[in-house]
């Protein structure tokens, strides 16, 4: 877990699609590189068409889409 390896936070956080902004990037300071589908992260099951979910997924396990801890 991101936020626990870089001791931003001593318990686990749940992903909040709705508010990732304001919940997760600006509290923790950390996002999400390299996501590829529409303008922002949004919920995976919200997602229309395989070919987008099929395009996020490979580049999840392939490394090319992860979470980064932001600098000041």
């Known amino acids: 877990n991101i ?3 870089n ?3 001593s318990k686990k956080i749940p992903m909040n699609y709705n508010n990732y902004e304001k919940r997760i990037v600006e509290i ?4 999400i ?5 529409g303008k ?6 919200k ?4 070919e987008h979910l099929i395009s996020l997924l490979d580049v999840l396990v392939t490394g090319k889409c992860s979470w980064i801890v932001l600098s000041e």
């Not at 923790?28 to 996002?31: M, S």
């Not at 922002?40 to 099951?45: E, K």
């Not at 997602?47 to 395989?50: D, E, K, L, M, R």
């Open 40 to 45: 922002s992260v949004c919920n995976p099951g």
């Open 3 to 5: 936020l626990q390896k």
């Open 33 to 37: 590189d390299g996501w590829t589908y």
């Open 47 to 50: 997602i229309g068409g395989c």
């Open 7 to 9: 001791k931003l936070a």
């Open 28 to 31: 923790y300071a950390v996002a």
